[in-house]
């Protein structure tokens, strides 16, 4: 059973950085399109970040880029994500997210991933 574990978030002071951690394991982790989502008390689940499986390529929702990073180190089986400049808004558990694609293929869309961690929460003070 693929299983997904978040880690990285905790009490920040806004301007700060940090990167969260997703490892993967029971997988083949190579074969799998990896995601960031967010979300923030009382709001939906939002798409943030993804990265195909050979890490060439990432796709990122508007507000993200400049800030957001998504990375992954195979040889790790651990996708990351780094966010710098944090603001107040970016406070929200973050959900680490696969999707399994067995041949190479372009970024997934956020509704194609279905395998989910538990999430790691982030909270941003100022």
């Known amino acids: 059973q693929v299983q997904l574990v978040e880690s990285g978030g905790g009490l920040v002071q806004a301007g700060a950085s940090l990167r969260l951690s997703c490892g993967v394991s029971?997988?083949?982790?190579?074969?799998?399109?990896m995601a960031w989502f967010r979300q923030a008390p009382g709001k939906d689940r939002e798409f943030v970040a993804a990265?195909?499986?050979?890490?060439?390529?990432?796709d990122y929702t508007e507000s993200a880029k400049g800030r957001f990073t998504i990375s992954r180190d195979n040889s790790k089986m651990t996708a990351y994500l780094q966010v710098d400049a944090l603001r107040p808004e970016d406070a929200a558990t973050y959900y680490c997210?696969?999707?399994?694609?067995?041949?190479?293929?372009?970024?997934?869309?956020?509704?194609?991933?279905?395998?989910w961690g538990q999430g790691t929460q982030v909270t941003v003070s100022s």
């Open positions: 997210a696969a999707v399994y694609k067995p041949f190479v293929a372009p970024v997934p869309l956020p509704r194609e991933f279905k395998i």
């Open positions: 029971g997988a083949a982790f190579t074969a799998y399109a």
């Open positions: 990265i195909s499986r050979d890490g060439y390529n990432t």
